[in-house]
């Protein structure tokens, strides 16, 4: 069965409608939803897990490290003051963020388009991030100044918020 858009003079097919309830159906999908619903404030996307960096985006939740199709150049310079940097992430990017409270933050260009930054986690505050999605759990890299409040567990997916000293 197929139905015609009439504002965009396209045709979709039933599966495609389909296709979207088992995104919108997710339980991890609906918990980020009822977040974002209450709470604009901003999403970050953790661990090697790139198929899912763009995931809160489609539920209105700001994503600091969804695909950047323009740099934020203010955003990086936060916490980055060296120049060399810049060549890495001033660039359209697939952003993979790794937690750490070992080291200080570091940006490495993995490829052309995809970005990988070794957050220090006492950055997280000076990107202002409230929520975090991962498939990790992050309970040990808390600090006296960085806590992370467990909001959901289901199925691989942790939702953290980001709780500040």
């Not at 060549?87 to 200080?104: F, G, M, P, Q, S």
Request: aromatic share 14%.
């Amino acid at each position: 069965m197929y139905f015609h858009n009439y504002a965009t003079d396209r045709f979709y097919s039933k599966s495609n409608i389909s296709w979207c309830s088992s995104i919108y159906a997710n339980p991890v999908g609906q918990k980020i939803a009822s977040i974002a619903d209450q709470d604009k404030e901003l999403w970050l996307v953790e661990g090697n897990t790139r198929e899912i960096i763009n995931y809160p985006i489609m539920f209105g939740a700001p994503t600091i490290n969804s695909v950047n199709v323009y740099p934020d150049l203010e955003r990086w310079r936060k916490i980055s003051s060296d120049t060399a940097d810049i060549k890495i992430y001033n660039r359209y990017a697939h952003i993979v963020v790794n937690l750490t409270d070992r080291e200080n933050t570091t940006f490495s260009l993995k490829f052309a388009d995809l970005m990988e930054i070794k957050l220090n986690l006492h950055d997280l505050k000076s990107l202002q991030v409230k929520y975090i999605l991962t498939r990790n759990e992050l309970s040990h890299l808390q600090s006296e100044d960085v806590h992370f409040l467990e909001l959901f567990n289901e199925n691989g997916f942790y939702i953290y918020k980001v709780e500040y000293s």
